[in-house]
């Protein structure tokens, strides 16, 4: 009997084949004649592109969450295990074996990211794959878009590039156009939300209102070392009663600290959900729900500063308008939950001296991931999920075609700053901008940048570094994503992020320096893309 061979469904596709890791086809290649070496050519440019969109229950910030962390890999995927590292030259890889040992291993090698907006990989085959996968990966790329789609929901758009012309690349967009859509449908049953029922929406905003009806909420216990341990939260109304903000602060006998900021709302739908931010840079957004008389549930899955990720099973209970118990507990990825934090807290009017006297805050802790490929991860400042950068927009002159032209070739660079360069508009090809050649070499500019994606008329993002006076910082890299969108008849809206720089050293001044220097650039480039309109 022939072995069976396991393919997985759009090995090489977008966020939407990252769900299908956990989606496997058992089946044996049919049999073919090895094909010529002219029945397959490689494609020139992006060659023929793929492009699937779903809409899902959840956030670009939710979603961006589950696709940063092992944990939400495993969810997404029903896979045994996983690895994350989201930034250029890093991976994300699955395998279904327990024990993870190759070649289980299916990986997607990253290009570029923005947080919550975007994702570009480039796959390896599995071992076994078909001779068309393989092919295709050899030479395709995959872009996912995420765009907000109302309240709660997120379009996602993969387009798969790098599909040639000839018989096994035929084969291979067959395969993932049917793959994909199947994906995709698979996908949005997967994140579908369990309407709760209007009352509980009601419940948990009535607990909510009546928590910010005015003084403040306050815990105190002892600690088994007999240290104080104090808690204070202020919960007031939103302007206009369409919100309700919460503060918090933790601390001891040396005083208090600023933990967390945040707020609640009501969605048209009549959906109560909340964002919340604490002191190390951890984000966390979910819904409000009201399961029963007196009981508020909480949706925390935090994403932290550098990208881990924990979830975490929220519950107050209260007693009356001026108690209420909060027992917050971890979650596991196999679902196992720990108690945490089991106290109650009561309302006063004005907290004792001793809740306010304020101290700094604890540190932040968390460190770097080794990347590889033709990307090299450990070149980038940053890791895990970083923060917005500099953000640059601005209406061009011209179809998004011509703009994205503009900025990705030697000719618009030239025509718009008078800048000689080498670009290659290849996923690791060289992206170097040259501001002064009479500079030595090394010091003339972008030396050493590399393009990192494209979508031909819609993103393209490249490697960036600073300045040659910021030597120290100069040896790491940030990265650069412009997107292009209509915006009336022959207009383009060209949005500009330089994100993932680093912190400390000199960084404060380089991000300054950028956030003048880019706005620059786009006038630059505008300026060209207006004359060139009127010729």
């Given amino acids: 009997m022939r072995a069976k061979q396991s393919v997985v469904i759009l090995a090489g ?105 975007m ?209 917050i507990s971890s979650i596991a990825a196999d679902g196992a939950r720990k108690v945490m934090v089991d106290a109650g807290y009561r309302r006063v009017a004005e907290s004792a001296v001793e809740f306010r006297m304020l101290r700094a805050g604890p540190a932040s802790e968390g460190g770097a991931v080794e990347g590889a490929w033709m990307i090299d991860g450990g070149q980038f400042a940053a890791t895990g999920a970083v923060e917005p950068g500099v953000v640059k927009e601005a209406i061009f002159d011209g179809a998004p075609e011509a703009a994205f032209r503009a900025f990705s070739s030697a000719e618009g660079w030239k025509a718009a700053l008078g800048v000689e360069s080498s670009i290659d508009l290849r996923v690791g090809g060289p992206f170097e901008i040259y501001f002064s050649m009479e500079a030595p070499a090394g010091e003339r500019g972008a030396e050493g940048c590399k393009v990192l994606s494209y979508l031909p008329g819609r993103m393209f993002s490249f490697s960036w570094n600073a300045p040659p006076k910021f030597p120290k910082e100069r040896y790491q890299r940030t990265w650069v994503v412009l997107t292009f969108a209509p915006a009336g008849e022959g207009k383009t809206a060209v949005r500009l992020e330089h994100t993932g720089f680093g912190s400390g050293g000199n960084w404060p001044e380089v991000r300054a320096y950028f956030d003048r220097a880019w706005g620059n650039v786009m006038e630059a480039f505008r300026s060209r893309a207006a004359a060139s309109a009127v010729r």
Avoid at 13 to 38: D, K
Avoid at 94 to 104: C, I, L, T
């Fill in 119 to 327: 994702v570009a990989f480039k796959t390896d085959a599995p071992p076994k794959a078909p001779d068309s996968i393989k092919l295709y990966c050899q030479h395709g790329w995959t872009v996912v878009r995420l765009e907000p789609a109302g309240p709660g929901r997120t379009r996602v758009v993969e387009t798969m590039m790098g599909f040639g012309a000839g018989p096994l690349f035929d084969e291979a967009y067959a395969f993932f156009e049917k793959g994909n859509r199947w994906t995709a449908d698979e996908m949005s049953k997967r994140l579908r939300r369990a309407d709760a029922a209007p009352d509980q929406n009601d419940r948990a905003w009535s607990l909510l209102e009546r928590m910010a009806a005015g003084g403040e909420w306050i815990h105190e216990n002892r600690r088994e070392d007999g240290a104080v341990f104090r808690v204070r939260s202020v919960v007031t109304p939103g302007p206009g009663g369409r919100s309700i903000a919460f503060r918090g602060w933790l601390g001891d006998g040396s005083g208090m600290f600023a933990h967390s900021s945040g707020l609640a709302w009501r969605e048209a739908s009549g959906e109560v959900w909340y964002t919340n931010l604490d002191e190390g840079g951890g984000r966390a957004t979910g819904r409000i729900l009201s399961p029963e008389e007196n009981v508020l549930d909480w949706e925390w899955d935090v994403i932290s500063a550098r990208g881990a990720s924990q979830r975490y099973a929220v519950r107050f209970t209260f007693d009356g308008p001026d108690a209420y118990r909060g027992v």
């Fill in 13 to 117: 596709a977008g966020v939407m084949a990252f769900m299908a890791l956990g989606v496997r086809v058992s089946a044996e290649p049919p049999a073919q004649p090895p094909a010529r070496a002219t029945d397959n050519q490689p494609p020139v440019g992006p060659g023929r592109t793929l492009t699937t969109e779903v809409i899902v229950d959840a956030t670009p910030e939710e979603f961006w969450r589950l696709l940063s962390t092992p944990e939400g890999v495993i969810k997404l995927w029903s896979v045994a295990r996983a690895e994350v590292d989201l930034r250029p030259g890093g991976t994300i890889r699955a395998s279904y074996d327990a024990d993870g040992q190759e070649p289980g291993w299916i990986t997607h090698h990253i290009l570029a990211t923005e947080p919550a907006r």
